[in-house]
């Protein structure tokens, strides 16, 4: 996806082809070694997308440096029309959502947010409460899974294996995903990041099509389900 590639222009057709719009990219790391080229080059594969949002995972135990590449991070992706996301997690230099919030204060830069993540913030041991004293203007959108409640604060192996995995659709476990829905911004995009180890034979529409009836059943919202003729074949289309 990165430059002029044959899968950057079939995607790009297929969003003029289909009317979907892109809510982010993901994911841009930035390390110690990360060029800021190689950042440049994510951005601008945004822009081509035309993505509101790039994600942003930091993985630098040097917190000062952290914070003036994720400032440079932001200032790029504002001049690409996106806003930059900073995820937390407890496998990365930003554990927590107070950790978030630091860096993206420090950064100092108005296209800086957060991104929130159910399990993420349940596992680092924050709350819904949290993210509800927030300003609104740092969360723009969220991401959505399910799980069991516990463990809090597990080894990171452990944490790792059950977010790339191990997640559930909305709805289907034990995390306090209503009183998170509540505490963001109204209006706020709702993201379902839910790898399901079970599901990864399934081709890739029918899994969209599961993680969609699971979260308009989830938010209590009728949903429709249509099949239309297609270029490419068959398309579905989902629809509150």
């Not at 034990?174 to 839910?194: C, I, K, N």
Request: glycine fraction near 10%; include cysteine; proline fraction near 8%.
């Amino acid at each position: 996806m990165i430059g002029a590639t044959p899968m950057m222009r079939s995607t790009l057709t297929r969003i003029d082809h289909t009317g979907i719009s892109v809510l982010d990219v993901e994911v841009l790391r930035l390390r110690p070694d990360t060029e800021h080229d190689h950042v440049l080059r994510i951005l601008d594969a945004g822009a081509q997308l035309s993505a509101r949002y790039v994600l942003v995972i930091c993985n630098d135990p040097d917190e000062q440096r952290m914070v003036d590449r994720f400032a440079g991070t932001c200032e790029a992706a504002a001049e690409r029309g996106m806003r930059a996301c900073l995820e937390f997690m407890i496998f990365s230099s930003v554990k927590t959502l107070g950790d978030a919030r630091r860096v993206v204060a420090q950064a100092g830069h108005q296209g800086g947010a957060i991104l929130v993540d159910s399990l993420h913030l349940q596992r680092s041991g924050g709350t819904p409460a949290e993210v509800a004293a927030l300003p609104r203007e740092l969360l723009p959108y969220a991401q959505l899974c399910d799980g069991p409640f516990g463990p809090i604060m597990p080894a990171e192996a452990v944490a790792l294996t059950e977010a790339r995995t191990g997640r559930l659709f909305p709805g289907d476990g034990q995390l306090p995903l209503h009183d998170l829905v509540h505490a963001l911004p109204a209006g706020a995009p709702l993201a379902v990041e839910a790898p399901v180890a079970a599901l990864a034979g399934l081709p890739a529409a029918e899994r969209v099509r599961q993680a969609y009836v699971a979260v308009a059943r989830f938010l209590g919202s009728p949903f429709t389900l249509r099949r239309r003729p297609g270029r490419d074949g068959p398309k579905v289309e989902f629809g509150l």
